[in-house]
Structures are given as structure tokens and as C-alpha cells.
């Protein structure tokens, strides 16, 4: 199964400041998806990611999908109270999502 | 909103109680998929289901069971509750392979 690697676990940005989360696959990433979940609440669709080099962006959020399809970064840019959450990225397998365990950001004012 | 709807929001019950949960997918999406989120195992994969029919089968136990209906709407029945099935359980829709979105979820807690 395809087993998806989050890091860092957690982290504490000055608001204002910029961040970056990884996500590193075991196989080949043929679909990547980025969410972002509030505390108890459903997933926010973000971002797909489906070719090697790929790059997308929405608003201060950029996600890349690097050349070997291995590894995704999501990098949030001047960061605010609102980026404030957990975020997980998702490999497509077939039919269904695995998730990696998520990066918890926290902006602190 | 993502569109796709759950209910309940939250839910009490005994060891060895049976409950229903219910999802409704997005207009137009014919692909319902249920996920369970524990502190432990983190998002995981139960089933899903395309038009009616089962698609993919994940990490679901034989004592938990699904079904589409032909309005697409979608039931997840949990039985022989245990205290560890206390967890959040979502339900997302998609067309096709595309992003899934998810609903809101519900909160079960097995006493």
C-alpha cells in the first residue's frame, strides 16, 4: 500500500511569515491531493497535483509535485490566522485517497 | 460548504448498539466514499461506492457494512459497536476520479 510521510508533525509561524509542509511518498504519486481540515470539522479541498513538475497556486498557497512524482510541498506565503489548521496530503490508489498524517500549523499574532 | 451533507452531526451510544449513518453526495456526483479519522490511525479508507455499486474496499471491518441507494444517497451501518470505533466518520463525493469533497462528518462516541 502506498504510504504517505508528512513533515514536520506540527508548526508555529509568526503571522506574517512564510511555511513550508512536506509530503513524501514510498511509490509513485499519480495523483496528490492537498487538504486542509479545522479541529473536528471536514476536509477543504486545496489543490490536485497530477504531473511531475506540476505547480499550482490559490490565493497565497502554492503546491508543487516534484519531477520524479515522489514528493509534494505546499508553501504558504505571509502567513495568517485563517491558514491556521491541519493540513494532509492525499495519494490517489486507484479508486481511493490515502492520507498521510497531516501538519498541524499554528499563526501566532 | 462543500456540498455533500451528513447526518447526524453527533452521535451517543452503547457497546454493542447498531447505528446508521447517512450521506448525501453532491449534485450530480455518482461516487460516495466513506473514510473514518481517529486519533490513532488518522484518515482511513473504508469503502466506496460508484452508482450504485461497490468500487474500492479499504480498511472497513465485517461489522460495518454500506450501501448507495439509487438516489445516490449513502448509509454506512456500524454494528457490535466497540469502544474503539469512537471516531469521526466522513463521507466525500466525487466525479469519477476527480478531488473528492467531503462533508462534515459525524461524531460517534461509543460509552
Known amino acids: 500500500s502506498q504510504e504517505l510521510e508528512q513533515s514536520p508533525q506540527s508548526l508555529i509561524v509568526q503571522e506574517g511569515k512564510n511555511l513550508t509542509i512536506n509530503c513524501t511518498s514510498s511509490k509513485t504519486l499519480y495523483g496528490l491531493y492537498w487538504y486542509k481540515q479545522k479541529y473536528g470539522e471536514g476536509l477543504i479541498f486545496l489543490m490536485m497535483l497530477q504531473k511531475g513538475g506540476e505547480e499550482k497556486s490559490h490565493e497565497k498557497i502554492t503546491a508543487k509535485l516534484d519531477e520524479k512524482k515522489q514528493q509534494s510541498s505546499l508553501h504558504i506565503t505571509a502567513s495568517q490566522p485563517s491558514h491556521a489548521g491541519t493540513y494532509l496530503c492525499?495519494?490517489?490508489?486507484?479508486?481511493?485517497?490515502?492520507f498521510g498524517a497531516g501538519t498541524t500549523v499554528t499563526v501566532r499574532a | 460548504d462543500s456540498g455533500v451533507t451528513q447526518t447526524p452531526k453527533h452521535l451517543i451510544t452503547a457497546t454493542g448498539q447498531r447505528v446508521t449513518l447517512r450521506c448525501s453526495p453532491r449534485s450530480g456526483d455518482l461516487s460516495v466514499y466513506w473514510y473514518q479519522q481517529s486519533l490513532d490511525q488518522g484518515l482511513q479508507f473504508l469503502i466506496q461506492y460508484y452508482n450504485g455499486e461497490e468500487r474500492a474496499k479499504g480498511n472497513i471491518l465485517e461489522r460495518f457494512s454500506a450501501q448507495q441507494f439509487p438516489d445516490l444517497h449513502s448509509e454506512l451501518n456500524l454494528s457490535s459497536l466497540e469502544l474503539g470505533d469512537s471516531a469521526l466518520y466522513f463521507c466525500?463525493?466525487?466525479?469519477?476520479?476527480?478531488?473528492?469533497?467531503f462533508g462534515p462528518g459525524t461524531r460517534l462516541t461509543v460509552l
Open positions: 492525499g495519494a490517489a490508489n486507484d479508486y481511493k485517497l490515502s
Open positions: 466525500a463525493s466525487s466525479v469519477g476520479r476527480n478531488e473528492q469533497f
